[in-house]
């Protein structure tokens, strides 16, 4: 250490020292400022708490998967353009993820997970990181493996086209904060529709090679998009008390624009049928793919490792 440090208070010291407050200083967050700060979280009348946090899990849990499915293309993508891109839709989605995870947290704390006294994991880290598979509620599309970059723009193309609609949706809902996320994340996940769309449209009317895998991974991943415009209780129950949107009311808009899209592309849509659930339960009543089980050991690994981590 050089004079000049030995005389002067050490930039790191601020990162370590306590004040009391240990929630400042959990090791895994991206942030340590409360996300719903300066959002009225009252519970509007006549909704139940319980369904609210349902429902937001439900769309919590599609973004933060798909945000780490499309986080492991970091540096995998055809050009740098495109894994900065990429890496930047994940980080939307993540920042989707951890609103909406929070706002289950308000609306129903017994739905975070208890971890060992002393832990400062915030509530939105808690049901991200130690939550088992079958206690998540995102739908079977999100959690597949990934394949080929053209896997990656159809999914992203199927899960942004009807995350857009219902966005647009809940951002004139009930809930304040529901009305939020949806007025500013209808902003972020525009781009990641048109992205999506641009690059179907390339590949599919590119080379033979790169049409062929796009027909593809079309083949691969459309009988897994029905799930997401799926009526499910909780859902029918937020929608009808105008605190939520059924996706199923999106369902005429989501396809237009598929076929649009895929008309511009020169492709057929898949005659493959829907993939089924296992005795009538999907993503949203929590029974899912083993690729999720896979994927949540490599996401959730350190913290679990580290319950009581801090910087």
């Known amino acids: 250490m050089n004079q000049h440090t030995s005389q002067h208070e050490s930039v790191y010291d601020g990162l370590v020292e306590d004040h009391g407050d240990v929630s400042g200083q959990w090791a895994f967050g991206t942030s340590f400022e409360d996300p719903l700060a300066g959002v009225d ?3 509007p009348e006549g909704v139940d708490g319980a369904d ?36 930047n839709i994940a980080l939307d989605l993540l920042g989707q993820a951890r609103l909406l995870l929070a706002r289950a947290a308000a609306a129903d704390p017994a739905v975070v997970p208890v971890l060992p006294e002393g832990s400062p994991a915030p509530d939105e880290d808690r049901l991200a990181f130690f939550r088992e598979a079958g206690e998540l509620r995102c739908t079977r599309l999100v959690e597949l493996e990934h394949g080929d970059f053209a896997h990656l723009v159809v999914r992203l193309l199927l899960f ?11 951002a004139g809902t009930r809930d304040p904060v529901l009305a939020a996320i949806g007025a500013k994340g209808a902003t972020e996940v525009t781009y990641h529709r048109d992205y999506a769309a641009r690059w179907v449209v390339t590949l599919a009317r590119g080379t033979e090679e790169s049409r062929r895998r796009l027909l593809a991974a079309l ?24 605190a939520g949107v059924d996706p199923a009311a999106t369902a005429e ?46 996401m959730q690994v350190v913290a679990r490792a580290h319950p009581l981590g801090r910087w």
Request: proline share 6%; hydrophobic share 40%; glycine share 8%.
């Open 41 to 43: 979280t009252t519970m």
């Open 52 to 87: 609210l946090a349902a429902y937001c899990l439900g769309l919590g849990d599609d973004a933060l998967v798909l945000s780490h499915r499309l986080s492991q293309w970091c540096s995998r993508a055809p050009d740098l353009e495109d894994d900065i891109a990429i890496a």
């Open 160 to 170: 942004s086209t009807a995350r857009l609609a219902l966005l647009h949706r809940l």
């Open 219 to 242: 083949d691969e991943l459309a009988p897994w998009h029905p799930e997401q415009l799926d009526t499910h209780p909780v859902a029918t129950r937020l929608a009808e008390s105008g």
């Open 253 to 298: 808009e989501v396809e237009g624009v598929l076929a649009q899209v895929l008309e511009e592309a020169r492709c057929p849509w898949p005659e493959a049928p829907r993939r089924g659930g296992v005795r009538g339960r999907t993503g949203r009543d929590g029974m899912h793919t083993e690729a999720l089980g896979r994927l949540l050991a490599e």
